[in-house]
């Protein structure tokens, strides 16, 4: 098994009409489950498209398994897996079709990406629809049509980006065991949420990114001790400063009054 980080990164800042990233640092080790959070628009999905190396205008330095994501694109993303939330889906492909695609793409073998399509489409319960176009299929069937993809070829590192969005309760429980299990295998797991239950349940390290800053950064017990404070939705809250929720809600029944 890979022992060494098998994320690296160094003074990572990015900027678009203004900066996201600003000097972010951080070492990943093996089988760990991050839980990635941050406020709306803090630069998770950046961070992300930064790490996997679909985005590769930033400064500072993205090793992935000892590679850099500049330097090796196309051995970084043979080892990465990255399942989005609400990605372009092919919509007039069906399932299989897309899978086909995406197993091609990772030079898989056709017999291979065949059996393990079906295989996985069957265990998320969409084998009857396995060769349905996907343009009517409801948000939750595309989220596991998306996870399924991100996974075919049995990626080391896996990034998730709101990776349960539309799934019902069922699929949740089963994704969650799916990735706990492969975080025992030794996979990494890099995962954006705002589902703080989750996360604080999940998560061996929890990262809070603020400000362009990672403002928190540790087990879901040292960010306890550290702010005093039971709840992952409290430390979140305290750590990123918005306290007003309350006067904030009655602000917005009165303007709707208004
Ligand atoms: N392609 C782009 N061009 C310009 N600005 C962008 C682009 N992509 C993201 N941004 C900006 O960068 C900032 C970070 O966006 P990002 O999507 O990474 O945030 P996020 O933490 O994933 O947010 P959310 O929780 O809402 O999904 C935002 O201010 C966003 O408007």
Redesign the pocket.
Known sequence: MYTEPVITVSHLSKS???P?LNDINFTITPGQIIGYL????????????VLSGMITDFTGEVQIMGMDVRKDPIEVKRRIGYIP?NALLYDTLTPIEYLRFIGLLHKMESARIEKKSLDLLRIFDLQAKADTRMTAFSKGMRQKVLLIAGLLHNPDIIFL??PLSGLDANAVILVKEILSKLALEGKTLFY?S?IMDVVEKFAHRIMI?HQGKIIADGTFAELQEREKTESLEQIFTELTGNHAHQSQAGEFIEALRG
Request: aromatic content about 4%; proline content about 5%.
């Open positions: 678009y009409e203004k996201v941050g406020p709306n628009g803090a630069g998770k999905s950046t961070t992300i498209k939330e980006d709101e954006s705002h990114l």
